[in-house]
């Protein structure tokens, strides 16, 4: 099989193959001469290391963790996201509606998901469903924009424009602790149900174990007003309905091992989530109900080796998934549709780091991917693509100063049964971060990035036959940012931390590929947008009172501004038009108080106007909205079973809301959470 064809990739080959094979010889003469003493010193050193402030990131983040994450009222992780600036959620609504991210408005395709170090995978539409994933299990959320501030990671993380990193709960056993268990009981509003349970083992000195099963149902029903204007600004609908087709039962089963050696650790993880809910859709022209409905079945195993000796580590991955999607439409008014979809992946990856010197790190890293999609539709093509990747990266830390550059080669190989396949992709992507520290205490620090990264356009978007378009130019993105970062802590003051950020940044998408709903929530329009300008500021802000002992105050927001803009031809009615769905501003704000074991948090949640098609005119504008959330919460013991008790209210003014136009959110809800650990 010819994958590469072409003798600009044989040079692109050549150089990554010299580089890598350096390197490489570097490594193995470091192995062969280290000794057991400085092995375990060098492992010691690299858990000081993942321990650092955040400041001190390379590359900007914002990270959810710990009970700030579950004090939020968040079902999902979809939800918690709207709490980070420069991310759009899309949400259809109801617990079983599809959330998908898109950063910094380059697409939900350019957003990598990673779930405790692999990152997730969807060829058939190149979007995760954040609402398939609850935070129950998850222990914290991070943002990067761009890549992660390692080096030692694999090839295909260094190709996302954003990255989103979920990592689950790790057992932590002291000495004398065999087991720890943890039941969660939540219902609310829309007949919602939402056991879920956890249990953590110790297997043996070096070996430990959880177990997380969880189990969702809903009605999905919620009221809502339906109010619709015409271009003449008359009432054309007025009246309140209630919400049909979103129900939702689904299960998640999630086993979790963690394994310590002498030179380092390894993980193994095995994960399935089945579901069946309706689709809910689009209410236009008094229709209320829809006759469409997905059965989820996505399973993988995955497992990660992690080992130091010497100046040498290595990260090895393993994946396989397989996807089952069974989409009906039974809607008297459209085509009758009954399709079966199945996706495979297999994924192996090796990234490798050589410590030069004290303060100069360089890695090179390999992947290879495979997935294919078949389903039962006449005449369907069967596509499958081989991707491979190569990854050179470098780090240099001297102190106050610290840079980060890097370079990934994609190259990419499709087959479709009876057609002609599209060319051979091959493309690299350079990448350079700095971050310095003006002042002596490192609490100010100025960081910049420069990268491009570049995406295919999924099998749907090419090989579908009435929504794909085989004519589509893959889409490639330059990202330039320059930030500020003040950020303080004290163990003993009136203000114990306090964190601002501001990014500016710059965003150019080429070919951009935007997927318009047609109809059926399902399925998709495609086509190029030829080029957008993004420009952005992004603001962010923590501070943390303690007034008194007992007492304890925290304050976060965070704002948004976005102008994106589409500039492919003066020609068109639509240049220059704010592309759809990205509000020029958004924010969210977030005050919590803890007081002995209560909680009291409000949060906050604001999205400006949007045009829904291309065209910035009247009859396309959707309005802006703000939703606010409060919750109470007290956490209290017996014994020593641990106990805590929470309290929502979402939409607490009980707002109408579109996130997307005719996808109405429900109004005033409400959750009672009650967990019990031992």
């Known amino acids: 099989m010819k994958l590469f064809r072409t003798a600009g990739l044989l040079r692109h080959l050549k150089y990554f193959f010299i580089i890598a094979t350096l390197l490489y010889v570097g490594f193995t003469v470091e192995v062969m001469g280290v000794q057991p003493a400085d092995t375990l010193s060098r492992q010691l050193d690299e858990i000081v290391v993942t321990a650092r402030k955040p400041n001190e990131d390379i590359i900007p983040a914002q990270t959810l963790s710990g009970d700030e994450l579950h004090r939020l009222n968040s079902n999902s992780v979809a939800d918690a996201l709207r709490y980070f600036s420069g991310v759009q959620v899309k949400d259809y609504g109801g617990v079983g509606g599809i959330k998908t991210v898109n950063i910094r408005s380059m697409g939900t395709n350019h957003t990598g998901v990673v779930y405790d170090g692999v990152e997730l995978g969807n060829a058939q539409n190149g979007q995760i469903d954040l609402g398939q994933f609850s935070l129950d299990n998850i222990e914290a959320i991070s943002l990067y924009n761009g890549q992660k501030s390692e080096i030692l990671q694999p090839a295909k993380d260094f190709g996302s424009a954003g990255t989103i990193y979920m990592r689950t709960r790790t057992p932590v056993l002291r000495e004398g602790e065999s087991y720890h268990a943890r039941a969660t009981m939540r219902a609310g509003s829309f007949d919602l149900l939402n056991p879920s349970a956890l249990i953590e083992l110790r297997l043996s000195r070096r070996v430990t174990a959880s177990l997380s099963a969880e189990w969702v149902n809903s009605s999905g029903k919620y009221k809502f007003r339906y109010r619709r204007v015409n271009p003449a600004g008359e009432l054309a609908y007025d009246t309140t309905a209630v919400r049909q087709n979103g129900d939702i039962n689904a299960t998640r089963l999630e086993l979790n091992t963690y394994g310590s050696l002498p030179n380092g650790s390894w993980t193994a993880k ?255 329009t495609m086509l190029n947008l030829g080029l957008v300008d993004i420009r952005g500021v992004d603001l962010t802000g923590l501070i943390t009172l303690n007034p008194w002992n007992d007492l304890y105050l925290t304050l976060r927001g965070q704002y948004t501004f976005q102008r994106a803009i589409d500039i492919t031809n003066p020609a068109d009615n639509y240049y220059r038009d704010q592309i759809p769905y990205i509000p020029r501003h958004s924010g969210a704000a977030v005050a919590n108080a803890q007081w002995r074991g209560w909680s009291l948090n409000y949060s906050w949640i604001y999205v400006g106007e949007r045009y829904n098609q291309q065209e910035n005119i009247r009859y396309n504008y959707t309005q802006p909205w703000y939703t606010s959330d409060i919750s109470v919460s007290k956490d209290f013991t017996i014994r020593e079973v641990s106990l805590r008790g929470l309290l929502e209210i979402n939409n607490l003014l009980s707002q109408d809301y579109d996130v997307i136009l005719n996808y109405p959110m429900p109004k005033r809800n409400y959750r009672f959470t009650l967990t019990v650990e031992i």
């Not at 996807?323 to 990856?349: A, F, G, M, P, W």
């Not at 490798?352 to 495979?370: C, H, M, P, Q, V």
């Not at 081989?386 to 080669?409: E, H, N």
Request: no cysteine.
């Open 270 to 524: 095995v994960y399935n989530y089945n579901s069946e809910r309706g689709v809910p859709g689009a209410i236009v022209n008094n229709v209320w109900r829809r006759g469409e409905r997905i059965w989820d079945t996505n399973s993988f195993m995955q497992g990660q080796y992690t080992g130091y000796f010497g100046r040498f580590s290595t990260l090895n991955t393993f994946k396989y998934a397989f996807y089952r999607t069974h989409y009906v439409n039974n809607d008297d008014k459209q085509v009758k549709i009954d399709n079966l979809y199945k996706q495979k992946e297999v994924y192996i990856s090796s990234a490798n780091e050589y410590k030069i010197t004290g303060r100069w790190r360089a890695s090179a890293g390999y992947d290879f991917l495979w997935n294919s999609l078949d389903a039962d539709v006449y005449g369907f093509v069967k596509p499958d693509r081989i991707s491979q990747f190569l990854s050179v990266a470098t780090a240099l830390d001297l102190d106050r100063f610290k840079m980060q550059a890097s370079a990934l080669g994609t190259f990419i190989h499709d087959r479709i049964k009876g057609q002609q396949a599209p060319a051979d992709r091959h493309v690299l992507s350079p990448a350079v971060y700095m971050n310095g520290y003006p002042l002596s205490n490192r609490d100010f620090s100025i960081r910049v990035f420069y990268k491009k990264s570049f995406r295919m356009p999924t099998f749907n978007d090419l090989y579908y036959a009435d929504m794909g378009n085989s004519q589509l130019s893959p889409e490639r993105v330059t990202q330039y940012n320059v930030g500020l970062l003040y950020d303080h802590t004290a163990s003993s003051s009136f203000i114990t931390a306090a964190r601002v950020s501001a990014d500016a940044y710059y965003n150019r998408v080429k070919d951009k590929i935007v997927a318009y709903p047609k109809g059926q929530q399902f399925r998709w």
